[in-house]
């Protein structure tokens, strides 16, 4: 379990690294990418239950990003798989509700729950995928700085900001409290009962209020007044970001309005 | 210049469960002193800090900063003038890039972002840090994120330090540095530590807390030579003062 916990404390701990890159898409004004992510997430889940052919152009969108920003293809498809249990959660009793054939493949009938299972699954891939890249081809503060400027109240923005901080220092507890039952706990170091969990709990709990306590002392030494100023305020490029949200939103809109799948490829089922 | 005084007249403080962690404690640093404060764990040294500061407040008792009475309605002006230097540095680095933690307070003091930018370079080459001002802050090594969270304060132009166990967790190269860069400072400090070797480098006057009460002040050779006093306190001379034992 420690080992575990290593892991996912270093995969927080890489996220904000390639959030620090230098690439297009990494320069972008974050109000832009939260305005494209958004339009792709409205654009992805608008679509009818059954479809699925024509949430496929969507897919550009992603790899696009990918391409363009130089993040691991495989970084993008590990953290999307964090949501896999809630993206299959979603639609798992679709088939079992919606139990009328919609089509025969092959002979097979083809049931409305499964292909509603399958499109709901590809469009929350789709919109996580998006999520995830948007939060690591953007620094931390900046992804922040870029909700407020959008009109999100600050006081959401501010506890999202420590949030994402302590997530850091809250990882680091929890890894030296499991390390140090791991080492105390011979044969037995994978399994923690529930008694000892919950004692493991609420050290984290009166960990974590004292740690919150001493770095909200430290903010008001340095002058906090409830608001994180930034160094480096946004600036809003018409030229470079007007541009990339008006091309993806035309895109998006484009996916939305026009079958594209069938201009490509009607002719080849025969219609 | 003689104003960057601070001065502590017969402070109390109680925790929450009724435990008496101050106990009329009075004092006065003159501008661009050096005042070690040392005493057991559980003396009081750390609350005193965070008394006169302002991050808890006492039952009675006054902390008057360069002529500004500590009150809810000073404390803004108060803050500005000190520089609070915390036991951990985690604590006080929660930006993403040692840039940004550096920024922080000089950005609450409403400054320009080029007067900023200045200050936050001149604050990092201080301590020796310059080149990690794009690094993430938690991806340093002890003594650089020592090194940073001093610069955090430096770079808000304070008149007088508190630190709280400043050399805790350094290794002796970096322990070394810190005790050559304090050394350096002209701000009025107050420094409170178990590191009694530091004291002795830094501080020519010395404070000894004892369960809430000041035990002694005076020079510091002479606190560090009254081995009854010490061993009242449940203190050890420092190192270099002890010799070889056998």
């Not at chain 1, 079992?96 to 493949?105: A, C, N, T």
């Not at chain 1, 922040?144 to 999100?152: A, C, D, I, Q």
């Not at chain 2, 020592?146 to 805790?168: F, G, K």
């Amino acid at each position: 379990m420690a080992k575990k916990l290593d892991i996912n404390f270093n995969e927080l701990v890489s996220c904000s690294t390639a959030a620090s890159g230098s690439s297009l898409v990494h320069r972008l004004d974050p109000r832009a990418k939260w305005l494209v992510t958004l339009a792709f997430a409205v654009t992805a889940t608008s679509f009818g239950k059954y479809e699925i052919a024509r949430l496929m152009p969507l897919f550009f969108y992603p790899f696009a990003m990918i391409a363009l920003s130089g993040v691991a293809v495989a970084d993008v498809l590990r953290r999307t798989a964090l949501a896999a249990p809630f993206i299959l959660l979603a639609g798992l009793f679709n088939p079992f509700f919606d139990r009328h054939v919609l089509i025969s493949l092959w002979g097979f009938p083809l049931t409305g729950g499964w292909v509603s299972f399958l499109s709901i699954t590809l469009r929350s891939v789709l919109v996580v995928s998006s999520v995830v890249l948007l939060s690591l081809t953007t620094r931390s503060d900046r992804l922040f700085s870029g909700l407020g400027e959008l009109g999100v109240p600050s006081i959401f923005v501010v506890q999202l900001q420590f949030l994402n901080r302590y997530i850091l220092l809250l990882a680091g507890e929890v890894q030296r409290i499991v390390r140090a039952h791991s080492l105390r706990s011979g044969s037995r170091r994978n399994s923690v009962s529930l008694f000892l969990s919950g004692s493991m709990l609420g050290i984290l709990l009166l960990k974590s209020m004292d740690r919150a306590a001493r770095v909200h002392w430290a903010m008001l030494a340095r002058g906090f007044d409830g608001e994180v100023r930034t160094a480096c305020p946004l600036k809003f490029s018409w030229q470079r970001d007007g541009a990339f949200v008006l091309i993806w939103v035309a895109f998006f809109g484009a996916v939305r309005f026009i079958d594209i799948p069938f201009l490509l490829f009607g002719w080849a089922v025969g219609k | 210049m003689s104003h960057h005084f601070l001065e502590v007249n017969d402070l109390y403080y109680s925790y929450p469960d009724g435990t008496e962690a101050l106990k009329g404690v009075s004092l006065r640093l003159e501008h661009g002193e050096a005042v070690g404060l040392v005493g057991a764990n559980g003396a009081g040294k750390s609350t005193l800090l965070l008394a006169v500061a302002g991050l808890v407040f006492s039952g009675s008792g006054t902390v008057n900063i360069g002529g500004a009475i500590l009150s809810k309605k000073t404390l803004g002006e108060i803050r500005r003038r000190l520089g609070f230097i915390f036991q951990d540095p985690e604590d006080q680095l929660f930006m993403p890039t040692v840039f940004d933690d550096v920024a922080f307070g000089p950005l609450n003091q409403g400054l320009s972002a080029g007067e900023v930018s200045f200050r936050v370079e001149e604050a990092l080459r201080s301590v020796g840090a310059g080149h990690l001002s794009d690094r993430p802050a938690y991806r340093l090594s002890g003594g650089e994120k020592r090194a940073v969270s001093i610069a955090a304060v430096l770079s808000m132009l304070p008149d007088i330090l508190l630190m709280d166990e400043p050399s805790s967790g350094l290794d002796p190269r970096n322990r070394r540095m810190l005790i050559g860069l304090l050394g350096d400072f002209t701000h009025t400090r107050l420094i409170a530590t178990h590191d009694l070797d530091l004291v002795l480098d830094v501080c020519p006057r010395t404070i000894v807390l004892h369960r809430g009460e000041i035990a002694a002040d005076g020079h510091t050779e002479e606190i560090f030579r009254d081995e009854g006093l010490l061993e009242r306190c449940s203190l050890e001379p420092p190192l270099c003062m002890q010799g070889v034992r056998s």
